[in-house]
């Protein structure tokens, strides 16, 4: 039951695997419906998606516990997921973000700001960030899901942050974390994947070929893209037009 903010959720988990105890297996299940552990893990920073996960395993190691030692199976019931909205993070929102994080004491937390920003050049999801390589020409193979790839042409900016995150690394949870507190800060409500819609927007606002948008996102489904396309352009207007660029010439090739 020792439960430290340096190994958080994985000791649950841990101690799940190793049990030999019928009484503690029954204990556990029995607790309080779990709150007591999504609370802990909402306080580690875990959102719905993450949380339901380590439910469904828990659950069922704790179930073929349950069948070996004759004790009641766990019976937590799964969160309910909100449908979130897609949104844009617009310029002087991220401008907000990104100095509170570029001002921070800590040094290898400023060089975070690189990672956002690299986010918001090419659509990538938090992992896939360290799960690319640079390869020729600037080409950068990215390995999505279900070890899908794509190809992706960084601009120029894109590469000098993308080079940046290679001598700093950290946890896709780290990060959300950083970016979280950094818009508490500044009293913006948005998400670290808020980063990917904003890159889908602007490549809508730049009358991209959906199905290339397809691409760049590395999208299976073009249902999953089309929700892009139910937004007016006339929205996105200020993202062509800001000073800062935003809209790139990133290009994607399909293996």
Same mark, same amino acid.
């Given at each position: 039951? *020792?439960? +430290? #903010?340096?190994? &958080?959720? @994985?000791? $649950?988990?841990?101690?799940?695997?190793?049990?030999?105890?019928? !009484?503690?297996?029954? *204990?556990? +299940? #029995?607790?309080? &419906?779990? @709150?007591? $552990?999504?609370?802990?893990?909402?306080?580690?920073?875990?959102? !719905?998606?993450?949380? *339901?996960?380590?439910?469904?395993?828990?659950?069922?190691?704790?179930?073929?516990?349950?069948?070996?030692?004759?004790?009641?199976?766990?019976?937590?019931?799964?969160?309910?997921?909100?449908?979130?909205?897609?949104?844009?993070?617009?310029?002087?929102?991220?401008?907000?973000?990104?100095?509170?994080?570029?001002?921070?004491?800590?040094?290898?937390?400023?060089?975070?700001?690189?990672?956002?920003?690299?986010?918001?050049?090419?659509?990538?999801?938090?992992?896939?960030?360290?799960?690319?390589?640079?390869?020729?020409?600037?080409?950068?193979?990215?390995?999505?899901?279900?070890?899908?790839?794509?190809?992706?042409?960084?601009?120029?900016?894109?590469?000098?942050?993308?080079?940046?995150?290679?001598?700093?690394?950290?946890?896709?949870?780290?990060?959300?974390?950083?970016?979280?507190?950094?818009?508490?800060?500044?009293?913006?409500?948005?998400?670290?994947?808020?980063?990917?819609?904003?890159?889908?927007?602007?490549?809508?606002?730049?009358?991209?070929?959906?199905?290339?948008?397809?691409?760049?996102?590395?999208?299976?489904?073009?249902?999953?893209?089309?929700?892009?396309?139910?937004?007016?352009?006339?929205?996105?207007?200020?993202?062509?037009?800001?000073?800062?660029?935003?809209?790139?010439?990133?290009?994607?090739?399909?293996?």
């Amino acid at each position: 039951k *020792n439960r +430290s #903010k340096k190994n &958080g959720a @994985g000791l $649950y988990s841990k101690a799940a695997l190793t049990v030999s105890s019928c !009484t503690f297996t029954s *204990n556990f +299940s #029995k607790a309080d &419906g779990g @709150g007591m $552990y999504i609370r802990d893990l909402n306080k580690w920073g875990y959102g !719905t998606v993450s949380t *339901n996960q380590r439910i469904v395993l828990l659950r069922a190691v704790m179930s073929w516990t349950a069948d070996r030692y004759e004790v009641q199976p766990i019976k937590w019931t799964l969160l309910k997921q909100e449908k979130h909205i897609p949104r844009f993070v617009y310029p002087h929102e991220f401008d907000k973000i990104i100095e509170v994080i570029e001002n921070r004491r800590y040094g290898q937390s400023r060089m975070m700001a690189h990672h956002f920003k690299f986010y918001r050049l090419t659509g990538l999801r938090r992992a896939e960030l360290y799960s690319c390589e640079l390869r020729k020409n600037n080409f950068l193979r990215v390995y999505g899901k279900g070890g899908r790839e794509r190809f992706i042409k960084l601009s120029d900016e894109a590469l000098y942050h993308y080079q940046i995150t290679r001598e700093c690394r950290f946890t896709p949870h780290g990060l959300s974390q950083s970016w979280g507190k950094a818009c508490k800060e500044v009293g913006i409500k948005a998400r670290l994947h808020d980063l990917r819609h904003t890159f889908a927007f602007t490549q809508i606002a730049k009358d991209v070929n959906p199905y290339v948008l397809q691409g760049l996102m590395g999208h299976s489904n073009f249902k999953t893209t089309e929700r892009y396309l139910k937004y007016d352009k006339n929205m996105f207007v200020d993202l062509v037009n800001n000073d800062e660029k935003l809209i790139t010439s990133n290009e994607t090739f399909l293996s």
